[in-house]
């Protein structure tokens, strides 16, 4: 895709289009790490095959026109905007697969989307043929299964994770959050709080059974909201945490009315 700039700097950061804030400031990361001389290239592509869900690829939001102008006000250099066509041929065979990783937290309730998530980045590595790549961590399992395909299929692509980006009352920017009623959307930010109260009692010494159930209590009092999973594991294998002085993972799916939200929080013992 970019024949002629080999040598330079190429950062890419992909995309499912309807850009908010937290894209942006993937975009705004990704300028900086290519410096004056390098390339941003921003992707923007709705991927059919990480959906395990037809009604909710069919009600993801679509904004090409705005998605465009985001682009050009955060400095990216060429914006790559395919049609599913244009991605994968009709008869495709090829399938990727990450056996561990995927097997827990979203990867255990939505079968075969990191499969579609590891498909359509590795296409994109190989048609944009980045020197590096920026993924936000509010996709904490997204970007631990991505840094592990990396490493293992020894792709020359160095991946940089972004810290989440809030809303003021805390809710974790979302191209879903314009589907959350008034009433949802009132509620939504009782996760960040949820996690900032689980985070103190870990450091206070809570165990896992208690972090987590601190998450459930207050989740659940919340009217129309499902659980989907809270779980406290190893932020490095996303499974259990066998010991404590490693850094931990408390990550959260919730449903409010027909909307699945996630979010996350790191968490370490106090010495």
Do not use: W
């Not at 989740?219 to 499974?239: C, M, N, Q, S, W």
Request: aromatic share 6%.
């Amino acid at each position: 895709m970019l024949a002629g700039h080999r040598g330079k700097r190429i950062v890419l950061v992909p995309t499912m289009g309807a850009l908010h804030e937290g894209h942006a400031t993937l975009m705004r990361q990704a300028r900086t790490l290519a410096g004056a001389g390098g390339i941003v290239v921003a992707s923007v592509f709705l991927n059919p095959v990480q959906f395990d869900n037809a009604g909710d690829l069919a009600t993801y939001p679509q904004t090409p026109e705005a998605d465009l102008a985001v682009c050009r006000a955060c400095g990216v250099d060429v914006v790559f905007m395919p049609t599913p066509s244009v991605m994968y041929c009709a008869d495709r065979s090829i399938t990727m697969e990450e056996t561990h990783l995927s097997t827990v937290l979203c990867g255990a309730k939505r079968p075969g989307h990191f499969a579609g998530v590891c498909l359509v980045v590795s296409k994109l590595f190989n048609l944009v043929q980045p020197t590096d790549a920026v993924f936000g961590k509010k996709d904490y399992q997204q970007l631990a299964i991505l840094r592990r395909m990396v490493r293992d299929l020894d792709i020359p692509v160095t991946l940089h994770g972004a810290e989440i980006v809030r809303e003021s009352d805390g809710l974790a920017l979302s191209s879903r959050n314009v589907r959350l009623t008034p009433e949802h959307r009132a509620a939504a930010p009782t996760i960040r709080r949820a996690l900032l109260e689980a985070q103190a009692a870990y450091e206070k010494g809570a165990s896992v059974a208690e972090v987590c159930r601190c998450v459930v209590d207050t989740l659940f009092r919340i009217p129309g909201v499902k659980v989907d999973y809270v779980e406290l594991v190893d932020a490095e294998t996303l499974h259990e945490l066998k010991d404590e002085s490693h850094m931990a993972l408390l990550a959260v799916a919730a449903y409010f009315g027909d909307v699945r939200l996630i979010d996350n929080i790191e968490l370490t013992r106090k010495a």
